[in-house]
């Protein structure tokens, strides 16, 4: 038997080996529902506070005062109307009144221009003045010239009695003018205008303290406001929190999901790789298998069957010769010769001849077709070594199945949580105005389950076909005719 070069044997993974996957560990869904729960107590007790606070803003808000007051404010302003009509009234009088005194002022200008600033002021006096001058210049005791100058005055001083009796009547004029104007002043309701004064200060009075008391309602008002901010501020974070630990939880399952994807390629690649070594070693050994067979002479079973029918013929020759009857195990050696079954006495006595041909073919070629054959097992068992020594990959066909797997578990329907469902409402809230605002809803924590895949193992590659044996030449068998 020829020596064949011999392929290593990978070392083989123990059953009691853990997979790749079983280090990789799944984010803790319990720890996560169990944070989620604690958040979400703690999100709803401060939303119970802000909305209690809301709604003890909005109250204080809406609150408009007692009645008392809503009546005194009606009361002012109706006050404060009619309070303003009097002083429109009151201004209306007195530019009345001072139109007509300055009338009078205008008379009292014309009476000094014809009033003169020295000498008799009034009629009477000018009369006992002109008696006085007419009766110096009757009593004759004057010269020429003085009674010519007391009757140039006696005539100087008519002329002004004139203007004495227009000043007179302007006078009486002006009098009867600051008497309508009196009357004009008096015209006005000033108890009126002091009964309306009185009862406006009453009514700021009492609205004074309303007002004091709307003061320290703001100021509550303020102190609310303040709490609803604070409080405000502490959901947003609690929210913030809980929208930072479902993204961290998701995060992690989408990372385990990836690694464990991952390792399930390497797990199949490694089961492949495996699974392909162990086949070629099956093909090798076969291979071998098929060199040792082919090591051995050839047609050694031919000629012993040949070596056999000949001793066959030779001690049953006269028994053919009376009938023509073989025995099966002739029969089955003449097959495996591919010498036709005789039909007649004639061909059974041409037998020993073809079988002897045979045998003389047989040992003629041998060799040759043990050299032939031998050649065609190492070229076969070298093939065999080749292909076993190329490298392995199967990423296209790991990442192909790894897709229709994925597309399996999409198409699986998702098993509903019902366990944590109080705790996976969501909470709505709306943004409150410049006085009231609203939390942000909480959006809902997702559950879902990672489930591993089986592996899947790869298809067995089909085993080379084995070599035939050459059959020998047909040209020196002979073929009995009929």
């Known amino acids: 038997m020829s020596t064949t070069p011999k392929t290593s044997r990978p070392a083989t993974k123990q059953s009691g080996d853990r997979r790749p996957d079983d280090y990789i560990q799944a984010p803790n869904r319990e720890n996560f529902q169990k944070e989620m729960r604690a958040l979400r107590d703690q999100f709803d007790a401060k939303l119970k506070s802000l909305n209690e606070q809301r709604a003890k803003i909005d109250n204080m808000m809406k609150s408009k005062g ?256 009376k009938k023509m009857q073989l025995d099966l195990s002739a029969v089955e050696g003449l097959s495996l010769l591919k010498i036709s079954i005789p039909s007649s006495k004639d061909e059974v006595n041409e037998l020993p001849k073809k079988i002897q041909e045979k045998v003389e073919y047989y040992k003629e070629n041998s060799e040759r077709v043990t050299q032939e054959r031998l050649e065609r097992a190492k070229k076969e068992l070298e093939h065999v070594i080749a292909e076993s020594k190329k490298p392995k990959n199967f990423d296209e066909e790991i990442e192909k199945e790894a897709n229709n797997r994925a597309n399996k578990d999409n198409k699986k329907p998702k098993a509903k949580n019902t366990k944590d469902s109080k705790n996976t409402k969501d909470s709505k809230e709306t943004k409150e105005s410049k006085e009231s605002e609203a939390a942000k809803p909480e959006a809902k924590v997702e559950s879902e389950s990672v489930k591993a895949d089986a592996s899947t193992e790869a298809e067995t590659p089909a085993s080379e076909p084995e070599a035939s044996e050459p059959k020998p030449n047909t040209d020196v068998t002979a073929s009995a005719s009929a």
């Open 66 to 321: 007692s009645e008392e007051e809503q009546q005194l404010r009606a009361e002012f302003s109706k006050v404060l109307t009619e309070r303003k009509r009097l002083f429109q009234e009151e201004d209306r009088v007195k530019a009345e009144a001072a139109k007509i005194d300055e009338s009078a002022k205008r008379k009292i200008a014309e009476i000094k221009t014809l009033r003169p600033t020295k000498g008799p002021r009034s009629a009477k006096e000018l009369d006992s003045r002109i008696e006085q001058l007419e009766a110096e210049v009757g009593s004759g005791n004057l010269t020429v010239v003085q009674e010519q100058a007391n009757l140039k005055l006696v005539m100087t001083l008519k002329k002004m009695k004139n203007s004495y009796a227009v000043a007179d009547k302007l006078q009486q004029e002006i009098d009867d003018i600051h008497k309508k104007s009196t009357e004009v002043r008096n015209s006005f309701d000033r108890k009126a205008l002091r009964a309306i004064n009185e009862r406006r200060n009453e009514i700021q009075t009492a609205l004074d303290k309303f007002n004091a008391e709307r003061q320290t309602r703001k100021s509550s008002i303020d102190s609310s406001i303040k709490v609803r901010r604070e409080l405000q501020d502490e959901v947003k974070t609690l929210r913030d929190t809980m929208d930072k630990t479902k993204a961290d939880f998701n995060n992690a399952q989408q990372e385990f999901r990836v690694k464990l994807a991952e390792a399930r390629k390497k797990r199949d690649y490694e089961n492949r790789v495996a699974k392909a070594v162990a086949e070629d070693e099956k093909k090798i050994k076969a291979a071998e298998a098929k060199v040792a067979a082919a090591s051995e002479a050839a047609f050694s079973e031919q000629l012993a069957v040949a070596n056999n029918l000949q001793t066959y013929f030779k001690t049953q020759a006269s028994n053919l010769s």
